[in-house]
């Protein structure tokens, strides 16, 4: 069956042989310039969707942080913020500071996070590019390399999987490098000839390279070796020698500085990851079947059922095997789709069909109607998360206003995120029992669960909500009186009796303030000596956000038509009473106290 650069011969046309394209220079020129524009095209496609969707609502992942953490350390040469190293991947985390240090990733992003999911959305597009060649280099052609490489660029299990921080993503980058740089097609029977030794070797540091970023990728070695020996058996033993001797210094002397390690713990289920495209999940199963009848892509789809077999295994990380595989299975599913298509327009074969296009383009239709609905569906639960501030970033901003120059418990989310503001390093504690013990608490559910020294009532402020919700909490002696009940009532009764004293103008809003007891102590005594002196205009209590989530009564008031005597008694307070700023806005002047008032500045009012 002749065959051309698009796929297979018809019969009814007469395209000239290979030969022939690649001895005339105009032919082959076009043929640079075609691959030179899908190669560009994917890039841009898969580049552009995933910069679009970099803030995709994804399921959050517990280990991401800890990445994070350990990347802003290293690339800025400061002790690691991390509370764990479990999982950590030296190479890998040496790859994403590498990133983040050359391209100042940390000094654009908006989060650091965010920063380090810049490399994961480079590392997707290489990653889509790699595909394509892949193909190419099997001897797939055009169409079925555009297939593989548009699923994955396209798919939205993809895009919310690969912006997601894991080194995986870039050790399957490295290791679709090694396969392209080793790879032939099946019939290719040429032996070293035409293979450089050099690229074998270089093909074979990719591998390393690979295996050292995540030991997941060991188990797409055999396809490696599989592709080897189908040309010669000699350079297969040869880059197995590199690759284990490779191995072997990193998991032996060298094991402190090189040996990688997987994440465990807390990872997400498989069906978390695979609601998002499943036309894709069903399509890789089957894909990776009928790929072992298929002798093209036969290594691909057995070194990708090594990893499938491990989703089913308890205590493997779900997404850093889905990372994995990912990219795998389109790659597997457009060979076995060529085989079919080649099948069907083969003139010779004995049980082709009339009209042997009508299957296929049956399955084509169907096909496409299921990705639609899919991939609708999957878009539609991946929309770019709303617009709002990061709750770590709220809480640094809090924590700088009223507790600067404070040690501060942290875990690897606010670690990093504090780091990044600019609090130093070293009063930055991932231990509540260090020494000196620290004075405030910033830590996100998972840490604020582990933490039996952030007591409830102490919370000074509460940040977003879910997974990323984070708690800023006073530690050490508790600063409330443990009769908070009686507290917010004498509150209550003392705001009460404020607005009907005549001398306090409130609006609704104030009013209902005063009457829950949601004022700060320190504001309704000050404001009773204020009204005792002239009458007092209250413009609003506005609340200092987080504040009103953690339970705190709000500490700020906005007094309007008496800026210059509001000014005058505020600024000559003292002791207890002395405010934290007074400062002249257009709407009047703004009085803030500093959190957390003595107890029993109401006691008058503790009684019904």
Not at 390 to 417: H, I
Not at 503 to 532: K, M, N, Q, W, Y
């Amino acid at each position: 069956m002749a065959q051309q650069s698009w796929g297979i011969t018809f019969p009814d046309r007469s395209p000239a042989p290979i030969s022939r394209i690649r001895g005339d220079p105009a032919a082959a020129a076009g043929t640079r310039l075609l691959s030179l524009d899908l190669v560009l095209g994917l890039l841009a496609l898969a580049g552009g969707l995933r910069v679009v969707y970099l803030t995709a609502t994804t399921p959050p992942l517990p280990g991401e942080a800890t990445t994070v953490a350990h990347t802003y350390a290293l690339g800025h040469l400061t002790a690691s913020g991390g509370s764990t190293t479990a999982g950590v991947s030296p190479f890998g985390q040496l790859q994403l500071a590498g990133y983040t240090m050359l391209s100042h990733a940390f000094d654009r992003a908006a989060t650091p996070a965010a920063a380090v999911r810049e490399a994961m959305v480079v590392a997707a597009v290489v990653t889509t590019v790699l595909l394509w060649l892949l193909a190419r280099r099997l001897g797939l052609p055009r169409w079925a390399g555009l297939v593989a490489a548009v699923l994955l660029a396209v798919s939205p299990l993809a895009i919310g999987l690969q912006h997601v921080v894991v080194v995986e993503h870039l050790a399957v980058m490295w290791a679709l490098a090694g396969l392209c740089l080793v790879a032939s097609p099946a019939e290719d029977h040429s032996g070293p000839a035409r293979h450089p030794l050099g690229q074998d070797l270089l093909g074979a540091g990719c591998l390393l390279a690979a295996v050292l970023t995540s030991p997941l990728t060991l188990l797409l070695l055999p396809a490696a070796g599989w592709l080897l020996l189908r040309r010669s058996a000699a350079r297969a033993g040869l880059v197995a020698v590199v690759v284990n001797l490779g191995l072997g210094l990193a998991f032996g002397p060298l094991a402190a500085w090189a040996r990688p390690a997987l994440a465990t713990g807390g990872e997400l289920g498989l069906p978390r990851w695979l609601v998002f495209d499943p036309a894709l999940t069903a399509v890789s199963v089957l894909a990776l079947i009928a790929g072992l009848f298929v002798a093209t892509v036969r290594p691909l789809a057995v070194s990708g059922l090594l990893p499938a077999g491990l989703l089913a295994v308890p205590g493997v990380p779900a997404t850093a095997v889905l990372a994995l595989l990912l990219p795998l299975t389109p790659l597997v599913a457009a060979g076995v789709a060529h085989a079919v298509v080649a099948a069907h327009h083969e003139p010779q074969h004995p049980r082709a069909p009339a009209w042997p296009g009508a299957g296929v383009a049956v399955g084509v239709v169907v096909l496409t109607a299921a990705f639609g609905l899919s991939w609708a569906h999957g878009f539609s639960a991946l929309g770019p998360g709303p617009a709002s501030p990061d709750p770590a970033v709220e809480a640094r901003t809090w924590l700088q206003a009223n507790a600067a120059g404070s040690r501060v418990l942290v875990d690897d989310a606010t670690w990093t995120t504090l780091a990044a503001g600019g609090w130093p390093t070293g009063l930055l504690v991932t231990a509540a029992g260090a020494n000196p013990p620290p004075g405030w608490a910033a830590l996100t559910p998972p840490a604020l669960a582990r933490s039996s020294t952030v007591d409830s009532p102490d919370a000074a402020a509460v940040f977003g909500s879910g997974a990323g919700q984070v708690t800023v909490a006073r530690l050490g002696p508790p600063v409330l009186t443990p009769d908070e009940n009686g507290e917010k009532t004498a509150r209550a009764h003392a705001g009460a009796a404020l607005t009907r004293s005549g001398r306090v103008d409130c609006v609704p809003e104030t009013r209902a303030v005063l009457s829950r007891g949601d004022l700060d102590p320190r504001l309704i005594s000050t404001l009773a000596a204020f009204a005792s002196q002239q009458p007092v205009r209250v413009a609003a209590f506005p609340p200092v956000p987080g504040e009103d989530a953690a339970g705190q009564p709000r500490r700020q008031v906005l007094v309007t038509g008496a800026d210059d005597a509001a000014t005058r008694f505020y600024a000559g307070q003292r002791a207890v009473f002395r405010p934290a700023s007074v400062e002249r806005t257009a709407g009047g002047v703004l009085v803030t106290y500093p959190p957390f008032a003595p107890s029993g500045l109401l006691t008058s009012f503790t009684a019904p």
